[in-house]
T-cell receptor
Framework: DTGVSQDPRHKITKRGQNVTFRCDPISEHNRLYWYRQTLGQGPEFLTYFQNEAQLEKSRLLSDRFSAERPKGSFSTLEIQRTEQGDSAMYLC???????????FGSGTRLTVV | AQSVTQLDSHVSVSEGTPVLLRCNYSSSYSPSLFWYVQHPNKGLQLLLKYTSAATLVKGINGFEAEFKKSETSFHLTKPSAHMSDAAEYFCVVSGLNSGYSTLTFGKGTMLLVSP
C-alpha cells in the first residue's frame, strides 16, 4: 500500500451529467476526508468519515453531492446534474485517527463543459 | 471560526537565497498548524506541523517554522532555496472548534526559484 489512490485522475463531463469518483485510502486509516480545490484557492473541506460513518458535512456539499464509505474502506463521491461551477480538483485524504497527519491523494480533476 | 491568511500569493527567490513564506492564523482555541507543499500534478505533502510542543518546528527538506502566539503567525523559512523547492505552499490550521478533525487551508503561496 503506497498511499491514497484516486480514480479517475481526470474527468471531463457535460453539464447535467452525473459523475462518480473513487478514493482508496491507506488500508489501516480509519478516517477519510474529501476536499475540493478550485483554481487559485486552497482546498476546502467537504466531508469526512470515520470508518463507515459520515461524521461531518460542509455547507459546500449541496444536495447534488453525496459521499459514501460503505464498508469503511474505499469511498465514493457522486455529483448529480453537474454544473460548470463544479469544475475543480477533488482531493481525498486519510488519517489513522484524530490528531494524526493526513495523507492526500493526487486528486481527480473534474471539468464540466 | 478558524482561518488562515497567507500574506503573499507569489514569492520569487534566487537559488541559494533564504525563503520566507508568511502566514497568520485565527483560531478560537489552541490550534494545530501545518505547512503543506503541492508540486504540479502531485498530491499535497506535509512539510511540518505544530501541535503545542516546541514553538520552532523543523520539517522535511530543510524547512522550519516558528509558532508565535503573540503575533498569531506561523511563518515558513528555509536558509537556502533549491530549484526543487519551486511549488505551491499552503498554511493550514486545525482547531478545537472543528474538533481538530478538519483542516482550514490558506489560499496558497507560489514559490518561484530562479537559477
Amino acid at each position: 500500500d503506497t498511499g491514497v489512490s484516486q480514480d479517475p485522475r481526470h474527468k471531463i463531463t457535460k453539464r447535467g451529467q452525473n459523475v462518480t469518483f473513487r478514493c482508496d485510502p491507506i488500508s489501516e486509516h480509519n478516517r477519510l476526508y474529501w476536499y475540493r480545490q478550485t483554481l487559485g484557492q486552497g482546498p476546502e473541506f467537504l466531508t469526512y468519515f470515520q470508518n463507515e460513518a459520515q461524521l461531518e458535512k460542509s455547507r459546500l456539499l449541496s444536495d447534488r453531492f453525496s459521499a459514501e464509505r460503505p464498508k469503511g474502506s474505499f469511498s465514493t463521491l457522486e455529483i448529480q446534474r453537474t454544473e460548470q461551477g463544479d469544475s475543480a480538483m477533488y482531493l481525498c485524504a486519510s488519517s489513522l485517527a484524530q490528531g494524526y497527519g493526513y495523507t492526500f491523494g493526487s486528486g481527480t480533476r473534474l471539468t464540466v463543459v | 471560526a478558524q482561518s488562515v491568511t497567507q500574506l503573499d500569493s507569489h514569492v520569487s527567490v534566487s537559488e541559494g537565497t533564504p525563503v520566507l513564506l508568511r502566514c497568520n492564523y485565527s483560531s478560537s482555541y489552541s490550534p494545530s498548524l501545518f505547512w503543506y507543499v503541492q508540486h504540479p500534478n502531485k498530491g499535497l505533502q506535509l512539510l511540518l506541523k505544530y501541535t503545542s510542543a516546541a514553538t520552532l518546528v523543523k520539517g522535511i527538506n530543510g524547512f522550519e517554522a516558528e509558532f508565535k502566539k503573540s503575533e498569531t503567525s506561523f511563518h515558513l523559512t528555509k536558509p537556502s532555496a533549491h530549484m526543487s523547492d519551486a511549488a505551491e505552499y499552503f498554511c493550514v490550521v486545525s482547531g478545537l472548534n472543528s474538533g481538530y478533525s478538519t483542516l482550514t487551508f490558506g489560499k496558497g503561496t507560489m514559490l518561484l526559484v530562479s537559477p
